[in-house]
């Protein structure tokens, strides 16, 4: 098995979806990753006959000489491997059932420093503000943490960048109908 995380390879479709918080992990730990959009019904059926996904789904995130699926386990992998999981036991703990998000005083939800669950929040967040503009207006703690953690550089390299997936359209919409996707 490759230790090279530096690298990895992203297969989804061509927009946010589930793959987006994965993309935001990724930046903010400074991985690279290339993608691959699925463009059709038969690549999308190549990829589960090779044996790659496990559950017949993806997100697929090829890194380390494995094949991850299942978007909750791949952003634990990444975070676990980067110290973004809790740095005590009871960090770890507050990071599955978030129980003391509201004690925290650091700005991030979890202890003093940027956790997998500050990344997940964010990406909620985001599509709050763009799918319904204002919604965070009464919410300034929220607004204050989304300015904070989208600024942060790599993460604001991301959201500035070209891997950051647009809005859902349509389209894109029909585009899943057309994989098979519900
Ligand atoms: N629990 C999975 C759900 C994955 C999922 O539903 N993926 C969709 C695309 S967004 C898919 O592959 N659908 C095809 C299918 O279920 O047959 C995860 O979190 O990764």
Redesign the pocket.
């Known amino acids: 098995m490759t230790t090279d995380t530096k690298k990895a390879h992203l297969t989804y479709v061509n927009g946010r979806?589930?793959s987006e918080s994965i993309r935001i992990i990724m930046a903010a730990t400074g991985i690279e990753f290339q993608e691959t959009f699925l463009q059709n019904k038969e690549q999308f059926e190549t990829l589960r006959k090779a044996g790659d996904l496990l559950f017949?789904?993806?997100?697929l995130l090829e890194i380390d000489g494995m094949k991850l699926?299942?978007?909750?386990a791949i952003i634990r992998y990444i975070a676990r491997k980067y110290d973004m999981y809790g740095k005590t036991l009871e960090e770890k703990t507050s990071m599955r059932c978030l129980a003391e998000v509201s004690r925290s005083t650091s700005g991030y939800l979890v202890g003093d420093n940027i956790s997998m669950v500050d990344l997940t929040l964010l990406e909620c967040l985001l599509n709050c503000d763009d799918y319904i503009p204002g919604a965070l207006d009464d919410f300034p703690k929220l607004k204050a943490f989304q300015n904070k953690v989208s600024s942060l550089p790599g993460i604001k390299a991301f959201l500035d960048g070209p891997q950051r997936k647009g809005k859902i359209t349509e389209e894109y919409i029909q585009h899943c109908k057309t994989l098979?996707?519900?």
């Open positions: 979806g589930l017949m789904q993806v997100p699926v299942q978007t909750n098979g996707m519900g």
